[in-house]
């Protein structure tokens, strides 16, 4: 394990509330292996933007961490600030899901390409500059040059994501988290940005944590899929294998209720009943429970536990009701 | 792709300047109208009030007065002989002084201009630096401190502040001095600006620097409060709305240290708005002067203006109202551009 | 599967709830305010009987300091000074009200109006208000109460000429945009009638940012009667009026007393109604940034 690029364990986030602390992330672990394309799903509540979040120390004042995130040798979660400020941008980049509201709307692409350049690296501005240059054209803008001088809200929408990845890979980190980066844009568009973070991935050897609750970005790009639930993993495994032999109920039902491109005419839309709890209001016990087909009585009250079940598979089901023989 | 610079000389911009110069123009007859319309409502015939005693009684005095200022025509024409006269910069003649307004106005000037400006960069400094604080520190102690005391600034009344100040700081603290621009016997810098401070900088003469830095500070102080207040205020929550923008997380993403974040990013993002307000706060300046100054024994058109309202000069009164609303606009105008300049979204617009 | 997924700013909403300090603040703010405004109010109608002093009376008790008999000495006609500023309240606070309710009305309608129809209406209307705006308030309030005649009744003209414009403005926005909210075509899809959508659906909306602007403008409106008097522009002599009280302090600037307290009482009293406002700001919409600000 001491392989891996990123190693969380037992990684619990609180935040402040109105009523006090609230758990968001409760007791989270996962691996990324270098050049892994690591997927994160889940829905809104899940918790796996907060889990990113805290591995950056971006979370807001009076948030409360615990666990360990080792990366390179370092605890992520034990550093100071001016550790941390090395490390972001740096060693660790990060793409945000709406490329409207992630670039500063009043600086140049130049400013915005070069800032953090010139401040890790001490790039002088020409220098700066060519790597810019070099950046736009790998992520395939049109006109580098032209670029440089103009603002956000000239581009499009994919462009503009495309140069925050731009912006996110320009230190050469080890590790891109990308954060719903094709959720805002148009499904045209998102095959685009995915071949491209693929490509980069490839030629690199760069490590991206992708966080979608789209099962099918998930299906095209990553290649390790982990599946959160009300703040915890419920099951993780090689992609390919977790997409067509989920073994966690709440995978199996997303992927049920995902609408089938070739069904019969007339064939009802599955969906899950019920909604996921928000972190003020989980229930006890497996938080899922109230909406599993397969729920005994344990599971009101167990906290079901993340268990190697072979071959890389990970799951908190002790009831295990969709286990397929081998 | 050609086209793409949006620079500051690019043509959208450009064109986006003209419209606003035409606006000016535009808002600036229309103004003309305005006091056109005021000057027409004062009951009484304006050649009594104009020419005094004496000449009331002389039929050709009298005559000509009104041929002058086409009294004996049509209201149409009236507006239009109204227009000329300001073209060439004829404001009337003021009923006290007996000169024209025009030449009333500038010698007056550059007192008002030299405490205006000085009591502007005052406000906008102190603001923006304590409205920043303020929303950095927000809902804690600093933040609630400012707060109290930027209501406070908006609150008060400006004549009020000036007599209050004048009266600890001078009378009884004796830290400033107290009427006029120099200390008595002390003569002014050759004339270059008219702004005594830069005047004397600019002739080496410290000395004089010193004496209407002096002066000046009290007077500026109090003009400033009021904006302090607002500023402090507006940059509070202009800061605010950006400050947990998904732009700013990005900044601190990439490893920027808070500080940058914070004066480059979300500053730059804060700033249109607060500049908007800059049209405001000279304004309130504005404002401020004709109640103040002669409070300040600071000659300056502030002074002029309180004086002609006392005494009802109605041309010089109209006079200083065309004047600074001028001003006023054309400084709006400086606001718009800057605005562009800082917004770059703005240009397309 | 249509979830959203969960927004990056999630983590600052946490921390922005209501129950925090944040709204500690509101609750003293709102409360001083009230108290304040309150005890004003009540000394207006009060006047007659807790002053002690008819404000006119001259006696020969000339520019005395403050003492047992005059809490806040005598002026330069031998009047009290404490009288006169409790009964200015009579003066300024009704007045106050009166304008901000005209202000609201003729600037709400006209800017209704404008935001509705649209065409050559709005064009007036926001034509007119920038001839406004293009003034600073108090020149062209001096202007127009100097052109038509220094008088109580032509300053609180002047003042309204002056406010109407921010209500114009305001209000247009509102319907003009609120018009083209998802929820009021949905009513008229529904079949509801213009006008009934404009009562029950725009109508609303646009109470509350009014109301935030009214209050502040009450102290705005003291603020400018005030300035006007001390101008010699508004009430007369010898009616009590804060500010021209104090332009008389300014000529008897030893006898701090006479200037002193009458601007205390312009202060307090606009520091109560920006606090109110402030705080109705913040129930309204803890996340609002800024109002019309004169």
Known sequence: MSSALLSVEGLQVRLPTTAGLVTVVDGVDFEVERGQVFGLAGESGSGKTISVLALLGLLPDGAQVEGTAMFEGKDLLRLGRRSLLDIRGREIGMVFQDPQTSLHPMMTIERQLTEHVRYHLGLNHAQARARAMELLAEVRIPDPAGALGAYPHQFSGGMRQRIAIAIALACRPRLLIADEPTTALDVTVQAGILRLLDGLRRQSGLSVIMITHDLGVMSSIADWLTVMYAGRVVESGPTPEVLSRPRHPYTAALLAALPHPEAVEDTPLISISGTPPSPQARPGGCAFHPRCAYAVDACKTDVPDLLEVGDRRRLACPVDPLMVPA | ?349 | MSAQPLPLRFAGVFSRRPGTLGSAWRQPLAIAGMVLAGAWIAIAILVPLIAPYNPLTQSSQLVLAPSASHLFGTDELGRDVFSRVLWASRLSLPLAFFLVAMAVLIGGVLGGLAGYFGGWVDEVVMRATDLVFAFPTIILAMAVTAALGPSLRNAVLAVLVVFWPSYARVVRGLVMSLGQSDYVSAARLLGASSRRALVVDVLPNVAGPVLVLATLDLGNAVLLLAGLSFLGLGAQPPTPEWGSMVNTGTQYFERWWMGTFPGFAILSVVLAFNFLGDSLRDALDPRSSWAVQR
């Open chain 2, 1 to 349: 792709m050609p086209g793409w610079q949006l620079g500051l000389l690019s043509r959208p911009f450009v064109r986006f300047l003209g419209r606003r110069l035409a606006a000016l123009v535009l808002l600036g007859i229309g103004i003309t109208f305005v006091a056109f319309v005021l000057t027409e409502l004062v009951p009484g015939d304006p050649a009594a009030a104009n020419l005094g005693q004496r000449a009331i009684a002389d039929p050709a005095a009298v005559q000509a007065f009104r041929e002058h200022y086409g009294l004996d025509k049509p209201l149409p024409v009236q507006y239009a002989v109204y227009l000329e006269h300001l073209v060439t910069g004829d404001l009337g003649q003021s009923e006290q002084s007996h000169r024209p307004v025009r030449s009333d106005l500038s010698e007056f000037v550059p007192a008002t201009a030299e405490l205006a400006v000085t009591s502007i960069l005052i406000a906008f400094v102190l603001g923006i630096s304590l409205g920043i604080l303020s929303a950095v520190r927000r809902n804690r102690l600093t933040d609630q401190v400012l707060r109290v005391i930027s209501l406070g600034g908006i609150s008060m009344p400006t004549f009020w502040l000036a007599l209050v100040a004048l009266y600890v700081f001078f009378f009884k603290l004796g830290w400033v001095p107290g009427s006029g621009r120099l200390d008595p016997g002390v003569l002014p810098a050759p004339h270059v600006t008219g702004l005594y401070t830069i005047d004397a900088l600019l002739a080496g003469q410290f000395d004089v620097f010193v004496s209407a830095a002096q002066h000046l500070i009290l007077p500026a102080g109090v003009l400033a409060a009021y904006n302090v207040g607002l500023l402090t205020r507006f940059t509070r929550s202009a800061v605010l709305e950006v400050i947990n923008n998904d732009y700013v997380q990005a900044a601190r993403a990439k490893g920027l240290p808070e500080r940058t974040v914070v004066l480059r990013h979300v500053l730059r993002a804060a700033l249109p708005p607060i500049i908007t307000v800059g049209g405001l706060a000279f304004a309130n300046v504005m404002t401020g002067t004709v109640l103040v100054e002669s409070i300040f024994g600071w000659p300056g058109i502030g002074q002029y203006a309180f004086h002609s309202a006392t005494t009802l000069d109605l041309p010089a009164i109209m006079g200083v109202s065309l004047f600074v609303a001028v001003v006023y606009i054309v400084v709006n105008f400086l606001v718009d551009i800057l605005y562009g300049v800082v917004d770059p979204r703005i240009r397309v617009a």
